[in-house]
Nanobody, 121 residues
Framework: QVQLVESGGGLVQPGGSLRLSCAAS????????MDWYRQTPGKERELVAS???????NYADSVKGRFTISRDNAKNTVSLQMNSLKSEDTAVYYC???????????????WGQGTQVTVSS
């Protein structure tokens, strides 16, 4: 019913920037939190940044001051601007959203397919 499609990953040198985008589509009544997570092999998926429908944001300590999350409620999109990238930011980044598909159902959780970000010289 709901699909999250990410774009914008790739290879970048340390100190560089990348912008990830995620678009939610399908049967959507309301989108609540939209988040970015990341995961590296052998580690648990970790929250990178989150943004509520009202625009309140939260960041992992490791990315504060370097990453900025934003959203467009009219388009059901969320973006992650990543600056001053470090090698330890290398991971698969996942978009996550809590979506209510109609006024009669509770919100459900959805994940994107993931996009690889590699920071290397």
């Amino acid at each position: 019913q709901v699909q999250l499609v990410e774009s914008g990953g790739g290879l970048v040198q340390p100190g560089g920037s990348l912008r990830l985008s995620c678009a939610a589509s399908g049967t959507i009544f309301r989108v609540y939190n939209m988040d970015w997570y990341r995961q590296t092999p052998g580690k648990e998926r970790e929250l990178v940044a989150s943004i509520t429908g009202g625009g309140n944001t939260n960041y992992a300590d490791s990315v504060k001051g370097r990453f900025t999350i934003s959203r467009d409620n009219a388009k059901n999109t969320v973006s992650l601007q990543m600056n001053s990238l470090k090698s330890e930011d290398t991971a698969v980044y996942y978009c996550y959203a809590q979506v209510q598909v109609n006024r009669y159902q509770y919100q459900s959780r959805y994940w994107g397919q993931g996009t690889q970000v590699t920071v290397s010289s």
